[in-house]
């Protein structure tokens, strides 16, 4: 890493997994294909860097699958990774002592194993992540220690604006179903509620390899699929998680240790390709850091106000979310408010190809790491459209983006962006003076 | 029982001492490309397969062409590029190429400026003729310098809420040889208050000059024509240039501290050592040290986060910033996130003190799995593979960065451990950035 990278990594120090997948229009000679022991595989070579991403991703409502424990997909997926294998090391200290990183991505519907590693080592990673997901066996240790994990991250999460709002829109939006409780549970005392036998049992439910997809990208070629060791289903994969909504979802005030205004809206599922990819595209003109419409309007140097908003891409159905943490929290919600009322006109004809192909690149940038891509194929995998993916070839992304126009997009602010959930977060005076 | 510090230490050393057995080299890539066009260095690392094309072109017009009152000018005249109006209708060069589908951005390096271009396969061509169109007659006008000027200066007012930022400029600035290569990349306020648009053209015309120019590109380029990456370079008038000589004494004595306070809520304890170049042979034995450095900092100060990466795991690190002139490796910590941050720190230097002395014990094969992931992982976005090509083009024979890193790994052993670690972790500077109103007792 470069001493500008360690600025910002230690600056904005965590991760940001993004909910949004907005994935590349690359060409690559990509392959889809059927697991040894039950799943599928998707592959997305790229032989010009030194990494390889291994996901492994599965539909698993976060709560359960009666939603009863809230925590429970979390507490599994950490677990079967700080389990040990056969060979006595847990996936988790087998990448690290292989120079990887692992990230467990955990979504109301859906959980992410994702991990880069050294090019030479992809084969080991496959064999030990598939072993320890697709043949789980978790003991109290390894539960112990995912508590912990979650924990630690459940007194972050607090801290966090974004994540914070977005696990409240949802609670408002959703009437019930994985997606009304944060994937991180509220208290400890969730967590704790939740037995070893509970959790074996949950992973071995939702880590079936038949409810599975391996997703490789970067310096890997096919032949690493032959590296999978376990499994053993003739099934298929389950069928999404779906949650249904509320039926007037009420905007709320609640209390917490930070500060923020969040506001939802609830749009089209996946398969209504033309107007999701027309929420993203709005998403990216108005609310993308430093070139959106809006963050434009914010100067950086006298104001800490951090504003995200995208269009998460959902079975059914899919959300727009806009956060807004920091300072100035009501005027940034006023021009976000505004801007949106002044897209329900179209856009002349020269600015709005401007955005559109600035849209297209920022998808591709964005999504130009092998880790990127390989998640954004396991969540379109597993959302339910693969072919949306545009990391696919000959996918339809591209194309949903080139057939938009400004009348279409203004349709679409008026028949989806209207009368927001709106979330208002205070911070109690105690949690001001906390970190 | 919490372990006293000499056991800390001692587990620390031997934290590998079970055998094993990762190969830290990774699968070969393919080598990039290298030419010379008209005495331009043109390094090309093509991707069929990508849908982006990458291009850097550095130019020798940085931090070590400013005279010490000049402090800014690098910067502004590349703002001012960014800003020059070009296309029909006429908007900025950093406008118009967004709307082309890319984007533009400038770096201040000690002796460079760098520029970098990315943009959509299909829209390079285009985007590159937008950008050599502002290089080769920039916008000197009082209006644009103005608005390049105000840019900056916000730019500046954000990096100095960065303590990491704030404390890594002022170790540059104490350890450079060349006393203006050390300045701040942006300038300061006050300096660039200073600089008019005579400055900034003056700087302009006397730098920007073909001579010892670098062409690095990457991802999808077969789009573009033969000539169109040297043609960048040949918008620049022929010559070299050499930089402006500002030498001032090194800091001299047994120890260095530089303190600075600023707007920030918890104060950053960090340490710089000088390091090797990319061309000699503690390069990899270094990338290993680095990373035995970033772990031991991290078991130090027992940072939570058990399996996900925090905010707490990320608030130490240590970082060998090899790609910038003089060479440094880096140790940092952020005091409001760890319990005892000085202890921390103070454990972490008396680690690397007893290095130099003490071989490590057991393997470091798993160090130098962490090194060689750290570097290939790193290195995968087509800006950071442009930058390292053309790191290792300047400083190697060879642009082949990924490769010969991972090479250097795989072959360094401890006893190289323990020689670079004696070479270079001997005197640290440290920096300290504090939070306003507070002082070293507090």
Redesign the interface.
Known sequence: ???????L???F???VVGLCRTP??????QAIGSLPRGGSYVLDP??????AAIGLWFRAPAAGFDNATPGISNLAA?AA??APLASGKSL?ALI?????????EVYPDIVGIAA??????ARRVIAGMTGAYFAPTLDDTAVK??R??AA??GV?QRYESDATLHDLLFKQIFAGGPAHYPPLPDSVAQLTSISTAQAGAYAKRAFRAENAVLTLA??VDASSVSAVTDGGGNGSMDTPYDSPLAKSPASATMTGSIDGVGLGWVGPPIADQKAATALDFIADYLFRDR?GVVPRTL????SDTLLSGQFITLHDPGVMVVTIGGDEEKATEQRVLAALDALQQPLDRATFE?AR??F??HV??DT????ERADNLGWYTVEGNLQYAPGLANGSYEQAVRALDPQYVADVVRRYLRNPVVVNLTATSSDKES? | MKPGLPLVILATLAICAAPCTARAAGAEVPTPTLANVGGTTVVQQSDSAASLAGIALVVRAGLDRETMKQNGVAALVAQTILLTPVGSPAMSLQDAIAARGGSVRFTIDPSDVRFYIEALAGDAPAVLDLFRTALAAPDFSPATIRTARAALVRQIAQSQQQALQVGLDMLNAAGSSQANAGLPELGTPASLAQIFSNDARAFYHAYYRRGGSLISAAGRLDGLGADTLSSLAAALPEGTTAPVAVHTPLLSGATHEIVAHRDISSPWLIAQYPAPKVDSEDFGPMLVLAAFVRRTLSDIAQVPGVVTPTFASRSVGAVYAYDRAPPSLVLYVNGGLIGNPSRAFATALSVVNVLAATRLQGSIEEFKAEAAGDFANDATTLETRTWLAAVFSRESASPDFINRALAAISTTTPDDVQRVARKYLGNPTIALVLPRGTNLQD
């Open positions: 890493m470069n001493a500008r990278a360690a600025v990594a230690a600056t120090a965590v991760t590349a229009p690359a060409a690559m000679p790229d032989p010009t860097v030194g990494s950490t990774a700080v988790y690290h002592s292989l120079g990887g990183e692992l990230n467990i880069v590693v050294p090019a030479a080592a220690t995912a912990a994990n630690v991250l972050q970067g310096n070139t100067d950086k140097s006298s401007a192909e600035a297209l690149y591709a940038t130009q790491t092998p880790q970190p």
